[in-house]
């Protein structure tokens, strides 16, 4: 299967910092990436679609400008937290769907501590 | 939007059972995808499985798209099942984002 890698694995920084996020397809092109977030025990809760060339699609309730979305190039897309808050602790995980299927996959996460 | 429903939301098993997880959704679909989420948060992928039945191993998968629902088999379970399953949907068109349930957690004892 396809392989989506993330960097930093887990991030701690101080509120008031921002903090990216890399979000990479190793052996794909993906023209659309997404970025979800998790809280313990939930589901995935989708924050965006990350467009190559293009700015990204926010869902509703989420702030464009605290969580600033790059797609540079057909393998990465990057999720920038700006002045991060203790609430903003969280996993975060993209994922791209590969162009003949569809079928999505997946990067291991960034847990995200805001102290 | 799409509605997906999952159940049971937790299931304990002893290793060696067999179980059956499902997934309900609202509208018609032309991706769905199980996945599981290890302890260590990472997705991973089981089957894309829009339609029919499909099986890999100890785990098969069967959805009927006419009926909305999907069912993942997973049998002579193991203590490395553990974890939560879920289940992600997208409708017919050009978006491809996914639609997630809330999942089942799996909790597979020696």
């Known amino acids: 299967g396809a392989v989506v890698s993330q960097h930093p694995s887990r991030v701690i920084c101080k509120s008031g910092t921002s903090v990216k996020i890399e979000c990479r397809s190793l052996?794909?092109?993906?023209?659309?990436m997404f970025w979800y977030r998790q809280f313990p025990k939930q589901s995935l809760m989708l924050m965006a679609t990350?467009?190559?060339?293009?700015?990204?699609?926010?869902e509703q309730g989420v702030e464009k400008d605290k969580f600033l979305i790059n797609h540079a190039s057909l393998t990465l897309s990057t999720l920038t937290v700006t002045s991060a808050h203790p609430e903003d602790s969280s996993f975060y995980i993209c994922?791209?769907?590969?162009?003949?299927?569809?079928?999505?996959?997946f990067g291991p996460g960034t847990r995200l501590t805001v102290t | 939007g799409i509605q997906v429903e999952q159940s049971p939301p937790d299931l304990i098993l002893q290793e060696g059972a067999n179980s059956t997880l499902r997934c309900n959704f609202s509208?018609?679909?032309?991706?769905l995808q199980w996945f599981h989420q290890n302890p260590w948060g990472q997705l991973i992928n089981l089957f894309y499985?829009?339609?029919g039945t499909k099986q890999n191993g100890r785990l098969s998968a069967t959805t009927v798209a006419t009926e909305r629902y999907s069912l993942l088999y997973i049998s002579s379970s193991q203590t490395t099942d553990s974890g939560v399953y879920f289940c992600?949907?997208?409708?017919?068109?050009?978006?491809?984002?996914?639609?997630f349930g809330k999942g089942t957690l799996l909790t597979v004892n020696p």
């Open positions: 992600a949907v997208k409708r017919g068109g050009s978006n491809y984002k996914l639609t």
């Open positions: 052996d794909f092109q993906a023209t659309t």
């Open positions: 994922s791209a769907p590969t162009r003949r299927t569809y079928e999505q996959y």
């Open positions: 499985i829009p339609s």
């Open positions: 509208d018609s679909v032309n991706n």
């Open positions: 990350s467009n190559e060339g293009s700015k990204a699609t926010y």
